[in-house]
């Protein structure tokens, strides 16, 4: 079982950043970050592949977030920058352990809490 504790989530204006991270409490080959707004269903923003450090991003976030990892502390980050009211939503760190590395929900079997964050203009 793996447990995924997310932080750094808050109230930022529009054009500013935020930067979550996410610490895992064991083995993942795969962590990414997902993200749903009220009304909406969840979706894929970033993931790394935890070994050998390959990035995907969606195409709403390119350019802007960056995902990144330090493997001695088991954590994943997400760098948000130039933030847009869009994307407000409420952030998931999500992990995985083989399969396809992928932006899609059913391919990561752990979940954490979640993290609000909220831009506005």
């Known amino acids: 079982q793996v447990q995924l504790v997310e932080s750094g989530g808050g109230s930022v204006q529009a054009g500013g950043s935020l930067r979550l991270s996410c610490a895992a409490s064991g083995y993942t080959s795969k962590m990414g970050w997902f993200r749903q707004a009220p009304g909406k269903g969840r979706e894929g923003v970033a993931v790394?592949?935890?070994?050998?450090?390959?990035?995907y991003y969606g195409d709403s976030v390119k350019g802007r977030f960056t995902i990144s990892q330090d493997n001695a502390k088991n954590t994943v980050y997400l760098q948000m920058n130039s933030l847009k009211p869009e994307d407000t939503a409420m952030y998931y760190c999500a992990a995985g352990r083989g399969g396809p590395i992928t932006l899609w929900t059913r391919h990561y079997g752990y979940w954490g809490q979640g993290t609000q964050v909220t831009v506005s203009s």
């Open positions: 790394i592949v935890t070994g050998g450090g390959s990035t």
